[in-house]
C-alpha cells in the first residue's frame, strides 16, 4: 500500500479555532494511528502547518479521510498537500 506525505498549512487567523478544535483532531488521528493507516504526524516548529504520514490505496482516497479531519471540517486547515512518498533509507513502514 502506498505511502502519503501530507502537508497541511496553516494561517495565524485560524489559531483560535485549532486550539479548540485540537483535542478532536488529535484522537481522531489516534485512532487511525491505532489502527496503522497514519504512520506519524507533527506540526512544524515555526506554527506554519504539519507533516503527516498515511498509508492508503490512493490518493484520491486519503483526500476522503482527511476532509473527515476536525481540522478539515471546520475549515482551519488553509491547504491540503498529498503526496505520495517512497522511503529508501531507514524506516520503511512495512515496504
Known sequence: MPTFAVHYT??????????????E???WL???A???VMLSSGPYGDGS???????????DAL???LAKDPFARESLVEEIRVVEWTPTI???FGA
Do not use: I, K, N, Q
Open 25 to 27: 483532531h488529535r484522537a
Open 63 to 65: 483526500r476522503e479521510l
Open 30 to 32: 489516534a485512532d487511525l
Open 49 to 59: 502547518g504539519a507533516l503527516l504520514l498515511f498509508r492508503a490505496e490512493s490518493a
Open 10 to 23: 496553516y494561517s495565524e487567523a485560524t489559531v483560535p479555532g485549532r486550539d479548540m478544535h485540537r483535542p
Open 90 to 92: 531507514g524506516e520503511r
Open 34 to 36: 491505532e489502527a496503522g
